[in-house]
């Protein structure tokens, strides 16, 4: 069963009317247009953020700071029709899902949450409920391939596929980086490259896969949300899915040097902030 966590709305201007209440409620109201250009004027990665023509969209997002970021960059150039999250048996679905419920808000669009409960069930991989201990070191260390999920990538966006054409949408939007490529085999453009084949061929809508953010590292990343002023500390990153980020697993060591190499104030609250890990050697 698919759930709906916010109601439809073809107006994005009803959700901007009816205002954000506080972030202590996961609602904001970022700046936008000249307000926005004003403030951040450029940032490191803005030239290089892919563009494509307007159309309407369906956005992949967990409630991490890459897929928020990539919602509100598919909503200043695209129709969003929807908002896709997967709740597959990961440590940190319950964590993140309502960050994404609230974006989802934030820009008028429906959210829904497709409960993959197989994957949980069936896969082998530390980042999920049945597996291990999540490790602890640089994104980029040999620990982290136990925090890969079998083909994620490849499954979910085969889903959203069948429902943007059934949605009426042309596009599906993933947020899909060059950090995510020394570990993630199904974040590589090659990867990407050939799953947006199989959904432009295998769909009568020809549906397109944009993949915005494919050049870009997580500081890049960080850089874009400011100038578009989405509220990162409305994200969830932590693969420990505890009550705070932990600030020494992957994701949190990437997530902190994001915002060093963005040069932002990071807005996170973690558990601990030891020195932050070298960059294996490759």
């Known amino acids: 069963m698919i759930m709906n966590f916010c109601p439809p709305t073809d107006r994005r201007e009803d959700a901007e009317e ?40 369906v956005v992949l997002c967990s409630g991490g700071m890459d897929s928020v970021t990539a919602l509100h960059w598919a909503r200043r150039g695209h129709d969003v029709r929807a908002v896709l999250s997967f709740d597959y048996g990961a440590k940190h679905n319950a ?13 008028g669009a429906p959210h829904l949450v497709v409960p993959l409960a197989f994957i949980g069930e069936h896969f082998q991989s530390d980042l999920l409920k049945s597996g291990g201990d999540i490790p602890e070191g640089h994104y980029a260390d040999e620990n ?6 079998p083909f994620r990538n490849g499954i979910m966006l085969a889903v959203a596929g069948g429902y943007a054409e059934s949605a009426g949408a042309e596009g599906l939007v993933i947020a899909a980086h060059g950090g995510d490529h020394a570990i993630y085999p199904d974040c590589r453009e090659d990867f990407m490259r050939a799953m947006g084949d199989a959904l432009r061929l295998g769909t009568y809508a020809g549906v397109q896969l944009l993949r915005p953010f494919i050049a870009l590292n997580k500081g890049q990343i960080a850089a874009e949300a400011a100038r578009l ?11 420990k899915g505890g009550a705070v980020h932990c600030g020494q697993c992957g994701t949190c060591v990437e997530r902190r040097e994001a915002f060093q190499q963005a040069g932002l104030a990071d807005p996170t609250v973690y558990a601990s902030t030891p020195p932050l890990p070298a960059r294996p050697a490759r």
Request: glycine share 10%; with cysteine.
């Open 229 to 239: 002023g989405v509220d990162l500390g409305q994200t969830w990153s932590c693969y």
């Open 95 to 107: 964590r993140e899902i309502p960050f994404a419920a609230a974006h989802a808000r934030a820009v």
């Open 18 to 57: 009816n205002g954000c209440p506080g972030a202590h409620q996961g609602r904001f109201s970022p700046p936008r247009g000249r307000e926005a250009e004003a403030k951040f004027p450029f940032v490191p990665g803005r030239l290089f953020v892919a563009k494509s023509p307007a159309m309407k969209v």
């Open 144 to 149: 982290m391939r136990r925090t890969v999920v």
